[in-house]
């Protein structure tokens, strides 16, 4: 007997195709050489925290810069958080004095997420940016930042102290005040927040449309926002991905976040399913 001819056609998989129920976001890269050879990393706590606390699914972008064709990236991202880094935004992006001897820079992750941002928010792309995105957020509205805050007179030393365990070194530093009638202050249901601190730059001089959120008690600024933003287009410079289960503020900031991301995904779903009709 020969074989029987048949239509039945084998279904392909595309990813493409799938209902979606999380989020994506997109979190940029630090590029490091370990060894001979380069390698994009992002800590694993970032990605922890979009899991757990967001409710989405992180993907890491590779910090390529123009080898990336940024507008079809943004277009499979329902969000994008820019995370804390050891390294520090080159002075040259903000026409600020040389670095210090021995400060560590990160060029390619400059050239990929200083144009990200107001991409993002002109997007409406939620976006979320701690420490050095924070930093990076200010930058690209045309802010300018202090390199090196713990030698300013009347600054706190901000600095992590490295003698310290990681859960000391991470554990609540000093309070912020938040703004009356902010964002940060709506998730807090409160005034002021303890944080912890790790940063040794901080903002100098606040970017073009954008609104201060939070400052320390020696008055530098510690959280932000776009005031033009349409979607989430939020900063802080502490660490709220650092246990952020068990931290009301940060659990609840990560919330807002993959809820933004989530109603992103919904109305490009619903969307697609308009131009599909």
């Known amino acids: 007997m020969g074989l029987r001819a048949t239509s039945q056609v084998t279904p392909v998989f595309n990813a493409t195709n799938m209902q979606r129920h999380r989020p994506v976001i997109g979190v940029p890269a630090d590029r490091r050489l370990l060894g001979s050879h380069w390698f994009h990393c992002v800590g694993e706590k970032y990605l922890a925290a979009i899991t757990d606390a967001a409710d989405a699914l992180p993907l890491i972008i590779p ?5 990336l064709d940024r507008e079809a990236m943004l277009d499979r991202l329902d969000g994008v958080l820019l995370t804390g880094s050891p390294s520090n935004v080159e002075p040259v992006h903000y026409q600020g004095p040389p670095s210090a001897p021995g400060t560590w820079h990160d060029p390619h992750r400059d050239a990929t997420t200083l144009p990200l941002v107001r991409t993002c928010v002109d997007a409406g792309i939620p976006l979320l940016a701690v420490c050095r995105g924070f930093q990076e957020m200010n930058v690209a509205y045309g802010g300018t930042l202090h390199q090196r805050l713990h030698e300013i007179p009347g600054f706190l030393n901000h600095k992590a102290d490295s ?3 990681v859960e000391a070194q991470y554990g609540p530093a000093h309070a912020v005040a938040l703004a009356p009638e ?8 409160a005034s002021e927040i303890q944080v912890n601190s790790l940063h040794s730059q901080g903002i100098d001089r606040l970017g073009e449309g954008l609104r201060v959120e939070a400052r320390a008690p020696d008055g530098v600024i510690e959280a932000i926002s776009v005031i033009q933003a349409t979607a989430f287009a939020v900063a802080v410079q502490w660490h709220p991905e650092w246990q952020v289960m068990t931290n009301s ?3 609840a900031l990560f919330t807002a976040f993959g809820d933004a991301a989530r109603g992103r995904m919904r ?4 969307q697609k399913r308009g131009g599909d009709l």
């Open 63 to 67: 910090v390529l810069s123009e080898r």
């Open 163 to 165: 003698s310290q365990s």
């Open 267 to 270: 109305a490009l779903a619903d």
């Open 249 to 251: 503020f940060s659990k």
């Open 182 to 189: 902010g964002r940060l202050a709506q998730w807090a249901g």
